[in-house]
């Protein structure tokens, strides 16, 4: 079946740098992909989407980037901050109107 | 604005037990609902959605089931527990037909 997944587990990164978290997705029927942060113990949380018509979204201080071609998500994080340590989960909708399918997700952690 | 709760927050049952979880969702109508359960270091695996009052869809076979009794409710509930529905819980809310989900705090279940 077709599914999500993230190209790389675990991400370390020095405060201050940039990070970036990649995600493949398979389903060419996906429409619509979004960007979740989950914190330990808490629920995810939404950082930014973006649709198939568009190839690059900007919001604060994250930048999600669509490459339609090779069917690969990334999230951009400029000047990681300790607060940004979770796990990041990418998510496709497969063309469905209710429903989303997600990623293993990346645990990035950003150390002082 | 919106807001969804959960509880219990953490609940630890014994196995063959009933159980219970219910969420709720405030300042809006007619939301689709949905339950996640997310097993220790994995991704969020979906076990039912709905779309309106007293209409559930069902995504894995198991020992759970789920009821929305109105229309901002929805309850996830298992007559005996097993060891396996150990994890944590997630309930998530989106409108209409766009698949941008946001979710509760999640109920921390432990099967003993």
């Known amino acids: 079946g077709e599914s999500v997944g993230l190209h790389l587990p675990t991400l370390s990164v020095q405060e201050g740098d940039n990070s970036i978290i990649n995600c493949a997705y398979s389903?060419?029927?996906?429409?619509?992909f979004i960007w979740y942060k989950q914190e330990s113990g808490k629920g995810p949380q939404f950082i930014i989407d973006i649709r198939s018509n568009m190839d690059k979204r900007q919001g604060q201080r994250v930048t999600v980037l669509l490459n339609k071609t090779v069917k690969h998500l990334s999230l951009q994080i400029a000047a990681t901050q300790p607060g940004d340590s979770a796990v990041y989960f990418c998510a496709e909708d497969g063309g469905s109107n209710y429903k989303l399918t997600f990623g293993k997700g990346t645990l990035l952690t950003v150390n002082p | 604005s919106q807001t969804i709760h959960q509880w219990p927050a953490t609940l630890v049952q014994p196995v063959g037990s009933p159980l219970s979880l219910e969420c709720t969702v405030e300042g809006t109508s007619n939301p689709n609902l949905y339950w996640y359960r997310q097993a220790a270091g994995r991704g969020l695996q979906l076990l039912f959605y709905?779309?309106?009052?007293?209409?559930i869809s069902s995504e894995v076979p198991q020992n759970l089931s789920a009821s929305r009794p109105q229309d901002r409710q929805f309850i996830l509930s298992s007559k005996k527990l097993l060891l396996s529905d150990s994890g944590f819980y997630l309930c998530?809310?989106?409108?209409?037909?766009?698949?941008?989900?946001?979710f509760g705090p999640g109920t921390r279940l432990t099967v003993l």
């Open positions: 709905s779309v309106g009052i007293g209409q």
């Open positions: 998530a809310w989106s409108v209409g037909h766009t698949n941008e989900q946001f």
């Open positions: 389903n060419s029927a996906s429409d619509y």
